[in-house]
């Protein structure tokens, strides 16, 4: 085992997956966000950056969204799913974090 290899403690391994559980929460907080926002201008690159956001996180959300339909109708819908996404998994963060690192 090499020693930088051998450096690489539980702390850090719960530190790294910590850190892509709140990236992937910033990803669904953009998504809410950008939800918000009627029509956009067309930006290739803007575009890219949307549909990159909402590929990695409909699928997650659509879990949700099987159980809690959005509220109302037409364009002013309320969609709920993604507040339960958020708390499901900030407590899915707790558990696998604390289960790799219980420091």
């Keep these: 085992m090499t020693p930088a290899l051998a450096a690489i403690g539980r702390a850090d391994i719960a530190e790294y997956v910590g850190a892509l559980f709140s990236v992937y929460f ?3 907080l953009l998504s809410i966000l950008l939800s ?3 029509r956009i201008p067309y930006n290739r690159a803007l575009y890219g950056v949307i549909d990159f956001i909402n590929d990695v996180t409909n699928p997650y959300l ?3 969204r099987r ?3 959005p509220l109302g109708g037409g364009g002013f819908a309320l969609d709920l799913s993604p507040i339960l996404g958020l708390i499901v998994l900030g407590l899915v963060r707790g558990l696998v974090v604390g289960a790799i690192d219980p420091n």
């Design 26 to 28: 910033v990803l669904i």
């Design 36 to 38: 918000w926002i009627p």
């Design 62 to 64: 659509n879990l949700f």
């Design 67 to 69: 159980f809690i339909p």
